[in-house]
């Protein structure tokens, strides 16, 4: 068994909160990037993950998705994964900005909102 631990990061710590023309982009921080786009990072990963295959192959003889270069491609696709299950968070933070543009609005200006 492994002795290594990984720190669980909270779910806005890989994105930048950037505004960009009134919009707020999020994008993906650099740092975070570079992790996933590194060489050794990659290559270790891809020992782990076939090890891991190896020890079920058993079980994935008849699996219509499974093929030889599967875990090659899952980890290709790291980075497009990572930023796209960033993306429930971006949406909740936009819409948590707007719901406080709002309210701010509201208590700063409250007869121009009718209330």
């Known amino acids: 068994m492994s002795t290594e631990r ?6 806005c710590a890989g994105v930048d909160i950037q505004t960009q023309d009134g919009r707020i982009e999020l994008p993906v921080k650099d740092s975070i990037k570079r992790e ?3 060489p050794a990072h990659r290559a270790a990963a891809l020992e782990k993950a076939e090890g891991l295959i190896a020890s ?3 079980l994935l003889v008849g699996a219509t998705w499974f093929h ?5 491609e899952a980890l290709d ?9 960033c993306d429930r968070w971006r949406s909740l933070y936009r819409s948590a ?19």
């Open 6 to 11: 990984h720190q669980r990061l909270p779910p």
């Open 36 to 38: 996933l786009e590194s």
């Open 56 to 58: 079920i192959s058993g």
């Open 68 to 72: 030889d270069s599967w875990t090659r």
């Open 77 to 85: 696709l790291i980075e497009l994964t990572f930023d796209g299950a």
């Open 97 to 115: 900005v707007r719901q406080r543009e709002l309210h701010h609005n509201i208590i700063v200006e409250p007869h121009e909102t009718g209330c």
